[in-house]
């Protein structure tokens, strides 16, 4: 798939979210918060659900979240434009509750078909519910800072996924910031583990593909030694390999508001 392609899926699932009516958080919405991002990206942020500022304005992570979360990509050399970000539920809860249930499995497949969109090498889930999602029965006090691969059924075909604490969480627990800076020093890692983890597929799957049966040739002038197949390049948008996991961020870091 090509970007524009790419771009075009992903416009068009959004513009089923905008006027989708599937669970009871409609109601209450003023705009919808589809997700947006690189659409050529390796790695997909997934949070829970659009809080005031993102039900207003539309676009995930704009409030004080998500000038943290920019914060902790910036950590590590990336900016917000480098990866995609959406939600689990893309409609605000009331009073920023927590998403119910059906609400969740109501929005499930529009996130499903986003990953399948973008195929993205790396899941990064943001606080319990996406963790929640990627990682069934798993506790976020355990789980954060941790690597799993993704089921293919939740859209991510070949990936991995990395659990984070969600930035609201972080602001209101210093500790939880400071680990927060810890955790995601290991994206870049995290992302390497995951294009190996895909080349190899790749790889086996040449592998086991039967050889097209061939007519009997005449013997030939001996032929040069053939080299193994070449791994497959990463795509470019977010190079973990230029961006090295970072030594312990500076204290001005871990006080931000």
Same mark, same amino acid.
């Given at each position: 798939m090509? +970007?524009?392609?790419?771009r075009a899926a992903l416009d068009a699932i959004a513009a089923e979210v905008n006027v989708c009516t599937r669970c009871r958080l409609h109601a209450g919405r003023t705009r919808a918060v589809p997700g947006e991002g690189n659409p050529d990206t390796e790695v997909v942020f997934v949070g829970e659900g659009p809080g005031f500022n993102e039900d207003r304005q539309g676009r995930?992570?704009?409030g004080r979240a998500g000038d943290l979360l920019v914060k902790l990509l910036g950590s590590i050399g990336w900016r917000r434009e480098d990866v995609f970000i959406t939600n689990i539920v893309k409609c605000r809860p009331p009073d920023n509750r927590d998403p119910e249930p059906d609400e969740i499995a109501a929005?499930?497949?529009?996130?499903q078909r986003q990953l399948a969109v973008l195929d993205p090498a790396l899941v990064v889930t943001l606080g319990r519910h996406s963790m929640g999602r990627f990682m069934p029965g798993a506790r976020i006090s355990q789980a954060h800072g941790t690597v799993? @691969?993704? +089921?293919?059924a939740t859209g991510a075909s070949v990936a991995l996924v990395y659990a984070l604490y969600h930035p609201a969480a972080a602001l209101r627990s210093t500790e939880v910031e400071r680990q927060s800076f810890e +955790?995601?020093?290991?994206?870049?890692?995290?992302l390497l583990d995951a294009r190996t983890?895909? @080349?190899d597929r790749t790889i086996a799957a040449t592998e086991s593909e039967p050889a097209e049966p061939t007519e009997p040739a005449e013997p030939a002038e001996p032929a040069a030694a053939v080299t193994s197949p070449a791994m497959p390049n990463a795509a470019p948008?977010?190079?973990a390999a230029a961006f090295p996991p970072p030594d312990a961020p500076p204290d001005d870091q871990l006080t931000l508001f």
């Open positions: 090509t +970007d524009a392609e790419r995930p992570f704009v929005c499930l497949p529009y996130l799993r @691969a993704a +089921d293919p +955790d995601v020093a290991g994206i870049p890692r995290a983890k895909r @080349a948008p977010v190079s």
